[in-house]
């Protein structure tokens, strides 16, 4: 069992309109295994309170000219799991559990009111907005033998008042820097998706190691039609089914070479093409990018120093990511060269 507490004090200022807010987090926890033969059973248990108060509660308009009165929040829920382990064999474990999840919106999400110029948008928050709950269940087999192991996993999750930022139907501008305005809200959606891993020794010091993710969600909840407005004149377009920034497939390949004074490998990552976009999301292209490292292990003086040379994105591919909040007017950095000295102690 445990507890846990923080305490945030945020001072802003300029011309952020962004409320001065300090907040308060308490969580106590309790999770317990039962068996220590071929078949265990994990539970868990946790309530979390936090405490949100703005130091200015004067209303600000947020986007398409609704008015919101900023004020304190207050959002406390409980969430669990239940899990069985099970030892088929010696080399294989399966793996399942159901859970209820909780997140709090944060303070951005709640208060924001200003330009993110790391991500290229005027981020507004929501005083009013929900608590983000969501029923899962997962499962998973793991193989491990001399040499191999592999391990397979997969997940359904319905999620209330899922939290994302959204146009909000207002396809409008930020007021500095004529940045797309986003504002964070709720809605219901269903999340499934698997990952795989697997790594492989080849003899001696060789490694192939290879990874791979897939995530589909949808919003299972009645969208309205989404408003284009263009100076005095509006005009309707049908809501998207998808939440925005979901990564499309994703993987890697690689093989190592690993001994206690040099290590070195090379790899490929690669994505898909993202197809299935959120509402004023842009199609991002698959891509395939290549990393080469080497490096040296001594053990001087009772502690480990490590040299390591990398480069990565080998070829220069110009490229964007799906999740990049900038990926329209800017790609993901082109080669790069890392010179990386570690001292372990």
């Known amino acids: 069992m445990g507890a846990q507490a923080h305490y945030h004090d945020i001072h802003t200022g300029g011309l952020l309109r962004t409320p001065s807010t300090y907040d308060l987090a308490l969580a106590v926890f309790l999770v317990e295994e039962i068996g220590t033969g071929r ?23 947020f986007a398409g000219g609704q008015r919101i009165p900023v004020r304190p929040r207050t959002f406390g829920a409980v969430s669990g799991s239940a899990g069985l382990l099970f030892a088929a064999t010696n080399a294989m474990r399966l793996g399942t559990s159901v859970s209820r999840a909780y ?3 944060d303070f951005n999400e709640i208060y924001s009111n200003g330009p993110h110029l790391a991500a290229n948008s005027y981020d507004v928050g929501d005083p009013s907005l929900g608590r983000e709950t969501g029923l899962g269940v997962d499962a998973f087999v793991r193989v491990t033998t001399e040499g191999f192991t592999a391990e397979l996993a997969g ?18 501008l930020g007021t500095q820097g004529g940045r797309p305005c986003f504002q964070y809200t709720n809605e219901n959606t269903h999340f499934v998706g698997a990952e795989a891993e697997a790594q492989v020794s080849l003899g001696g010091a060789w490694v192939a190691e290879a990874t791979a993710s897939y995530v589909r969600a949808r919003f299972t909840s009645e969208r309205a039609s989404v408003p284009i407005i263009q100076g005095t004149d509006t005009t309707f377009v049908l809501a998207s089914p998808y939440p925005p920034l979901i990564p499309p497939r994703t993987g890697r390949v690689g093989l190592r070479y690993e001994n206690p004074r040099v290590f070195g490998g090379v790899s490929m990552r690669w994505a898909a093409a993202q197809e299935r976009l959120g509402d004023f999301e842009t199609r991002t292209p698959g891509y395939v990018t290549g990393t080469l490292d080497v490096g040296v292990r001594r053990l001087i003086g009772g502690r480990f120093h490590t040299l390591t040379s990398r480069v990565e994105n080998v070829t220069d591919t110009e490229y964007r990511d799906h999740l990049s909040r900038i ?3 800017m790609p993901q950095p082109g080669r790069n060269f890392v010179l990386m000295y570690r001292l372990s102690f």
């Open 327 to 329: 990926k329209d007017i």
């Open 103 to 105: 997140r709090t919106p």
């Open 155 to 172: 997940f359904s999750n319905w999620l209330n008042d899922y939290v994302f930022p959204s146009s909000r139907g207002w396809a409008e």
């Open 39 to 61: 078949l265990r059973l994990q539970l868990g248990a946790r309530y979390d309170w936090a405490h949100y108060v703005p130091r200015d509660t004067t209303a600000f308009i």
